[in-house]
């Protein structure tokens, strides 16, 4: 098909718009999120060129030290596809 990369983003919690203050942005707690680490696991099996890029990993919900093995395993699992 062409693609060189996809890029994922994430929110672990999602935003209510009926909050104190409230909500406009473009995406709700209704929203889906793909788990990008796992995501790209599961796009590294099915494919051989394509490239994974985070765009945006919210750390502060994650632990730190899990988030990098996870992404490093990523990295060599993939043959050097995740992009740093």
Sequence with gaps: MGFT???AYDHVLGANP???GGWSGR???EDPFHEPLLLF???AAVTTMLEFITGILILPQ???ALVANQAATLDILSGG???R
């Design 81 to 83: 596809r995740l992009r």
């Design 5 to 7: 990369h996809v890029l």
């Design 41 to 43: 696991g599961y796009m």
């Design 18 to 20: 009926d909050r104190p």
């Design 27 to 29: 995406y709700t707690y």
């Design 62 to 64: 994650r632990q730190t």
